[in-house]
């Protein structure tokens, strides 16, 4: 796979999220390292179509799991340790939106998108934050969004949840310093996933949202992936509390 290499051979990653999109590029390009992969998602069938579709099954296990679930997240956890007995870095790739303004949602709708990305995060990070401080060393990177510090019309909830990952990575970085575990995080703009597909498909939205970003054009998976890959690498051992915004540049106009 072209790419550069990030020194990530037989690495433990679990990557939340990842039978689809972002997560499964990650999952892809860690394989491609040589890594040894956790994925998990919701839905066993979608787990075993990513799995036909990754490969490598003597280093990629998938568990079905609900991240906003603290019974699911402890058994994520624990079948990733019985299976590779250590853990190197986690990947919080889950995320979901449901189009709505804040007014406008009712208090179980408010739920439902907090949980799924910010209560989701906070457990899998919390667990893996507890294995990662008693070895004294390790990555967790959490995907967030430019909507965590752009508000954006239908995206308020969305955007009030990455915005608490993003402090969260803070507040974790300083609390996991002492152990040597780094935190960080990645914010992308639109990204050409199922995910924002109603966006990217229409002509005139995306020729609005090309118009901000500078280099003109919105990211595909695989730049996501990099960045994630990068900071769970050596090279990113003196970085922490960080976000890397992964936008094309439309942060900085």
Not at 45 to 70: F, Q, Y
Not at 177 to 189: I, M, Y
Not at 199 to 209: D, G, K, P
Request: proline share 4%; net charge positive.
């Amino acid at each position: 796979m072209p790419g550069p290499s990030y020194g990530l051979k037989d690495k433990v990653v679990v990557v939340t999220g990842g039978s689809r999109g972002i997560g499964l590029e990650i999952a892809r390009r860690l394989l491609a390292e040589e890594a040894r992969v956790v994925i998990c998602g919701r839905k066993a069938e979608a787990l075993a179509a990513a799995a036909a579709t990754l490969g490598s099954p003597d280093r990629l296990l998938t568990v079905p799991a609900h991240i906003a679930k603290e019974a699911d997240v402890d058994r994520l956890f624990a079948a990733t340790m019985d299976r590779f007995a250590r853990l190197d870095a986690l990947i919080n790739n889950v995320g979901m939106n449901i189009a709505t303004g804040v007014l406008d949602a009712d208090a179980d709708l408010w739920r439902k998108i907090i949980d799924s990305n910010l209560t989701g995060t906070y457990l899998c990070a919390r667990t893996a934050g507890r294995i990662l401080r008693g070895q004294k060393a390790g990555k967790i990177v959490s995907i967030s969004s430019i909507a965590a510090r752009r508000a954006a019309p239908l995206m308020g909830i969305y955007g009030v949840a990455k915005a608490g990952i993003e402090m969260m990575t803070r507040v974790l970085a300083q609390e996991l310093a002492p152990f040597h575990v780094q935190v960080n995080a990645v914010a992308p703009g639109m990204v050409r996933t199922g995910f924002s597909q109603p966006f990217w498909e229409n002509t005139e939205i995306y020729r609005r949202v090309v118009a901000g970003i500078p280099l003109g054009r919105i990211a595909e998976p695989s730049d996501v992936a990099h960045a994630a890959l990068f900071l769970c690498s050596s090279g990113a051992d003196f970085i922490t509390g960080q976000t890397l915004c992964v936008d094309g540049g439309a942060s900085a106009v």
